[in-house]
Each structure stands twice: as structure tokens, then as C-alpha cells.
């Protein structure tokens, strides 16, 4: 490969680098690794990259890829320490008129430019011969990520998706190989036309410096994934009818990155402007990210999904601390909308705000979800009309889109030990989301317990996640025939 990626003066990258390898060495070893790799040489190279499975091309693809990617982002740390919070950022409601940004972090100026040194440089090699960005042409697909007991949670959502006719297919992201379980990936899955991938058998095959897990893993399946437009759904996330149009309509065909919003005002310390060289944008301009759902075109957005790996690379100690300042959920959640940004790439932030839905504990309101809008509707409202024709006023207001149960996960082995969710003081079970009446299509909440009660009763048992806990599927009958009774006479027939 003859791409190079501008670096430093070399020495200064072989200390840096030697001192990071050490780093990693000393404090991020994991004992797996020897075992990991070998599974890497199994599943991958002993099968050989001229294999004619799509999926192992798409596999050893993605290598060549991150190969390139990898030996970038490590020629271009910070190089800094961590920026220093010197107070708590509050998190403050979104308000389009009033917001404004929290400022709590501080950065020696010398550090700011050395940081805005390395983020240019990367900058430059994504507008120069970077390698191209993997995936199969003309291809549209969700992506999330799982494992553990997120497994479950994923599995009641997938259902949810494919109850509303949704037929694309779905890649799952797993961390690690002790994550892969064969009656899932091999059977449940498929069976929902989902299957796994196992990160780090891309992210293993080469070296690289720094460990990648968590909030980041999201950007880096997003990138694997083969699809060239994915919606990406976290495994908690869930659509209440077909998302596959947003694929088609605006404001997704021109602009190629949709989000949707948080609770929050901006929170981007203006440090991170500095570090990236620009204005520091009006607070008022859109609230803050929530990033269950992303919807992103790998092709018109290639650039802006590179800056993102870019932000997560760095995060947990530079990046994300720039662009949340500690406010809740820092994480990923804002490192796309800042690629864009930085790069000059449009985007659409949903402008309908997220709205919490739960019940009432001893007469104060617990969110347990996060309901989020289509934008479709919204965006013909700003494109057409400010004056109100009679074509302006016959277009519907935004349907409600996603659920995001964020908080406490539904997971049906541990949510009855959280009791005011589901039940009342006197012990009686009750609705989680009865509070306020969000306008769903039908009862939202009924579908969600019917499809973890299936969920529970096959795999019970069956599942890591779940190894020695019992009455998971028994429990989750209890509740679902004592809430919605009514209904309970067909949940003998579901599939
Ligand atoms: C991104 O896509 C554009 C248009 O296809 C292409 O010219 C450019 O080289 C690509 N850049 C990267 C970093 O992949
Ligand atoms: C099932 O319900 C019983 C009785 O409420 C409770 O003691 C037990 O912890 C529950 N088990 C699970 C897995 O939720
Ligand atoms: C428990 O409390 C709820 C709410 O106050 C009430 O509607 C229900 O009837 C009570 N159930 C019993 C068995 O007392």
C-alpha cells in the first residue's frame, strides 16, 4: 500500500509509540489476547481471504481498511494530557432561544495547540489519499451492537423491528469471540436475518495502540458493518413502525447523516472549536445528540464516519470530554454531528424533541424510555411552508418513530427487582409507560412485553447472560397476564 498518512518527525513517534505500547502492555493486557488471536487465525486466515463468502470478503476487507486507519489515528495522538474539568457541568434543558454552552473544562493554550497540530494533520490525510472506506455498493442494513445480557435486550428489539415489516438485514457487533454464542448467532439470529460479527477479529488481525470498548465500539461497527447506509439501532432501541423509508425520503437522501436529539443544550466546551479550528457555532442551533439511533450513508458521509473513528479513537480521554464536559451519557453521542461540522458535511438533526415516558412514584415522575420523532414530517414543514397554504396545513405532524428504553434496561431476568417501574407499593404489577399518553400507533408497550415474554421463554436457560437465574420466562407471564389480561389469550399462538 502506497497511501501514508503525515506524521510527526518520526522519533518523536517512536517514543510517543513505544511509550503507548508499554502503556498498553502494562496496563490493558488482557489474558484473552493469546486465545483471541488464534480464533482470528481460525475463523479468518486458515479460511482465506479468496473464500467467495460475502461475508468473510467484506471481513478481510474491512482488515485491509483498519490497517490504514489504525497506523493514522496512532501517528496522530493528542499527545496532551486529558482536558481538566474544574466544576460539574449542569445538564440543562435544550431551549432554542436561551441555550447556552456549559465552559467547565481547562486546557493549557500550549496543549490546545498541539492537539490542534495532530487533529489537522488527520484532517489532511482524510482530504488526501486516505484508503476508501469499505462496503458493498448499493446495500442499506441495521447495525447494533451486543453480547452478555445485552443479547436478550437485543433480541426483544430485533423482534420489535421486524413486527413493524421491516425485511433488511441486521449486523450485530460483539466485542470479543467469549461473547459469540452459537444458539444465537448461529440459530435466533439468522432466523430474524441478523447475524454476528465479532469486532475484534477485524480489530485484532493488526496491531494498534489504545483498547477500543464501550461507547466506542458503536462508530467502529458502523464502519465494519457491510452496508453501505445504515441505520444504526442501539440494542435498547426500537422502531414503532417501518424505518426502512427514511432510507428513501428526505432529510436523509441529500444530506447522508440523520440524528435525533437529547434532552440537553449543546455541550461542547468551545475548547474543542479551538482544537479543531473553527467558530464556535450558536448554542441555539440544536439540542444535543442521543445516539440509539444514527442513520448514516458510508458513501456521502465516508469523510465524516473517518473524523468520527477519529473522536472515538481519542475519546474517553480527549474527545469526549471536549464535546460533553461530563453531562449525562458523555460518550459517542456527539462525535458525528462534530465529524460533520469539523469537515463542512450537511447533516439533519431531528428538531422534534425526545420525550421521556414512565409512570408516577410516590407522586414524582421516573422516565424509564425516550421516545424520538420521524423527521420526515418536520422537514417538509421547513421546506414548504411558512405561510399556511392548504397543502402546508395537510401535512401531519411528526409520528412518534423510536423507543429507546435507556434506563433501566428491560431486561426481563433483572427488571422485577426494580419495583416502582413495574409495580405499585401494594406490590400490584403496572404499566412502565403509562405517563404521559405519547400518540403511538397502537399499544407500544403491550408488543415490547409480548416479544420479551417470547424472548424469556426461549431463552431462559439457553443464554450467558442469564446462566443460573431462573423463573425469567414464568415472571415475565406473571406480568404480562396481570397487566394486559386481555389480551393474554393470544399469547399461546405467537411464533
Ligand atoms: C470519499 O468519497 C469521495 C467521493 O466518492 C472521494 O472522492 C473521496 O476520496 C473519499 N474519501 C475518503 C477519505 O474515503
Ligand atoms: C421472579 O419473581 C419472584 C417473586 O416476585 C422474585 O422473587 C424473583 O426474584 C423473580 N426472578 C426474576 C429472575 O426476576
Ligand atoms: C394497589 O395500588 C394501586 C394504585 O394505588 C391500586 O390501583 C390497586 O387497586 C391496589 N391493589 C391492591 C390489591 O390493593
Redesign the pocket.
Known amino acids: 500500500m502506497l497511501m501514508r498518512c503525515p506524521t510527526r518527525t518520526r522519533t518523536v513517534f517512536l517514543m510517543f509509540g513505544s511509550f503507548l505500547l508499554l502503556y498498553h502492555i502494562v496496563l490493558r493486557w488482557r489474558p484473552n489476547f493469546r486465545q483471541q488471536a488464534a480464533i482470528w487465525r481460525l475463523s479468518l486466515a486458515n479460511q482465506s481471504c479468496s473464500n467467495a463468502d460475502p461475508h468473510l470478503q467484506n471481513m478481510c476487507a474491512q482488515v485491509e481498511f483498519w490497517r490504514f486507519l489504525a497506523s493514522c489515528l496512532d501517528a496522530n495522538p493528542p499527545g496532551v494530557a486529558s482536558p481538566v474539568r474544574k466544576a460539574n457541568a449542569e445538564a440543562v434543558s435544550f431551549d432554542a432561544e436561551k441555550s447556552q454552552r456549559p465552559e467547565v473544562l481547562e486546557m493549557p493554550e500550549q496543549d490546545v495547540a498541539t492537539m490542534r497540530r495532530a487533529h489537522s494533520r488527520f484532517v489532511q490525510a482524510i482530504e488526501g489519499g486516505f484508503h476508501s472506506i469499505v462496503y458493498t455498493h448499493s446495500t442499506k442494513g441495521f447495525v447494533s451492537t451486543a453480547g452478555g445480557f445485552y443479547f436478550p435486550i437485543l433480541m426483544t428489539s430485533l423482534r420489535m423491528l421486524r413486527r413493524t415489516g421491516a425485511t433488511l438485514p441486521m449486523e450485530v457487533f460483539l466485542e470479543l469471540n467469549s461473547e459469540y454464542e452459537s444458539f444465537i448467532c448461529e440459530h435466533m439470529l439468522p432466523s430474524l436475518n441478523a447475524r454476528c460479527i465479532i469486532l475484534s477479529e477485524i480489530l485484532e488481525a493488526i496491531p494498534y495502540q489504545l483498547p477500543i470498548s464501550h461507547y466506542q465500539l458503536k462508530v467502529f461497527a458502523m464502519a465494519f458493518s457491510s452496508f453501505e447506509e445504515v441505520l444504526f439501532l442501539d440494542a435498547d432501541a426500537f422502531p414503532i413502525y417501518d424505518p426502512t423509508r427514511l432510507f428513501n425520503f428526505e432529510p436523509f437522501k441529500s444530506t447522508g447523516l440523520v440524528t435525533w436529539p437529547d434532552f440537553w443544550g449543546p455541550t461542547q466546551s468551545s475548547l474543542f472549536y479551538s482544537v479543531t479550528s473553527q467558530a464556535v457555532p450558536p448554542a441555539t442551533n440544536h439540542a444535543s445528540t442521543e445516539s440509539g439511533e444514527i442513520l448514516l450513508s458510508k458513501k456521502k458521509q465516508n469523510k465524516t464516519l473517518i473524523l468520527a473513528m477519529y473522536y472515538n479513537y481519542y475519546g474517553p480521554n480527549h474527545f469526549y470530554p471536549l464535546l460533553s464536559q461530563g453531562v449525562a451519557g458523555e460518550g459517542d453521542k456527539e462525535t458525528f454531528l462534530a465529524a460533520a461540522h469539523t469537515l463542512h458535511q450537511p447533516y439533519y438533526a431531528t428538531r422534534k424533541p425526545v420525550k421521556a415516558i414512565g409512570n408516577f412514584q410516590k407522586g414524582q415522575f421516573a422516565g424509564s424510555a425516550m421516545v424520538q420523532y420521524d423527521p420526515f414530517e418536520e422537514n417538509l414543514m421547513k421546506v414548504q411552508p411558512l405561510v399556511r397554504t392548504e397543502n402546508a396545513l395537510s401535512i401531519p405532524p411528526p409520528r412518534a418513530l423510536f423507543v429507546h428504553v435507556n434506563f433501566p434496561k428491560f431486561d426481563p431476568?433483572?427488571i422485577?427487582?426494580y419495583n416502582g417501574i413495574i409495580k405499585f407499593e401494594n406490590g400490584t404489577f403496572r404499566r412502565a409507560w403509562g405517563e404521559p399518553l405519547v400518540d403511538f400507533e397502537y399499544d407500544v408497550e403491550e408488543a415490547y412485553w409480548r416479544e420479551m415474554n417470547v424472548v424469556s421463554c426461549t431463552m431462559e436457560g439457553k443464554t450467558q447472560g442469564w446462566r443460573g437465574?431462573?423463573?425469567?420466562c414464568a415472571?415475565a407471564t406473571r406480568y404480562y397476564n396481570s397487566v394486559f389480561g386481555a389480551q393474554s389469550a393470544e399469547l399461546g399462538s405467537i411464533r
Open positions: 431476568a433483572k422485577f427487582t437465574i431462573d423463573h425469567i415472571n
